[in-house]
């Protein structure tokens, strides 16, 4: 398939077309900027999983996602969208997306991005989607990485990394990695686990 990415992302795309690269698989573009309510953090610890909630984040978008990778695909209208174009109307002009829960599995979530000194860098993080009902609308679903708060917040937020992230549904950071490397990125950031500290993170702990 063809790469779509929203908000006219055109990093966005290009990390995309590098993750069908890696896998040659489709793929998709999601906001990781959305954290697990407490009550279903409750049901995830209470299963068999061993992350913390800071590992977990909920993966977002309008809904782009490839059906292959939803479970019970459905065409719907853009909710948001309506309410701001259509009001109480029938949706119209918002139809279109396509709306369901991420399929359960590996994930890899991974960002090329040009910085404001005109250098390339970026982010590679392998996970899994886990098979929890994120009670929403689009495209979404929960995914686990090991030490993601971290990662989020020196990474992410320090490296000045877009909130959407290119989600390959595979593990692919070693095919990722080998391909920036080859195209001559030096920056590029990964998970590091607890007791690694990142260049800013304080050694004597978080408050």
């Known amino acids: 398939g063809i790469p779509v990415a929203c908000e006219a992302d ?3 795309a290009l990390s ?4 069908v690269c890696a896998t040659q698989l489709p793929a998709t573009l999601l906001d990781i900027n959305n954290t697990v309510p407490p009550d279903m953090w409750a049901e995830i610890k209470s299963g068999r999983h061993s992350y913390q909630r800071t590992d977990l984040f909920m993966g977002f978008h309008c809904g782009n996602t490839p059906a292959e990778f939803l479970l019970n695909p459905t065409l719907k209208y853009q909710l948001i969208m309506h309410r701001l174009l259509e009001g109480d109307r029938e949706p119209k002009i918002t139809r279109g997306t396509l709306e369901g829960r991420l399929r359960p599995g590996e994930v890899t979530i991974f960002r090329l991005q040009a910085a404001a000194s005109r250098e390339l860098k970026a982010y590679i993080a392998e996970g899994e989607i ?3 009902d994120p009670r929403s609308f689009g495209c979404l679903g929960v995914l686990a990485i ?5 990662f ?3 990474v992410l937020l320090e490296k000045q990394f877009p909130h ?3 989600v390959a549904f595979r593990h692919c950071g070693r095919s990722l990695w080998a391909g920036l490397r080859l195209l001559g990125l030096t920056e590029i ?14 050694p004597f702990g978080q408050s």
């Open 152 to 154: 989020y917040r020196h």
């Open 146 to 150: 090991k030490e993601m708060g971290r």
């Open 16 to 19: 995309e077309y590098l993750a």
């Open 164 to 166: 959407h992230a290119a």
């Open 130 to 132: 886990l098979d929890v």
């Open 189 to 202: 950031g990964v998970p590091l686990p607890a007791g690694s500290l990142y260049p800013s993170e304080n």
């Open 10 to 12: 055109v990093y966005g």
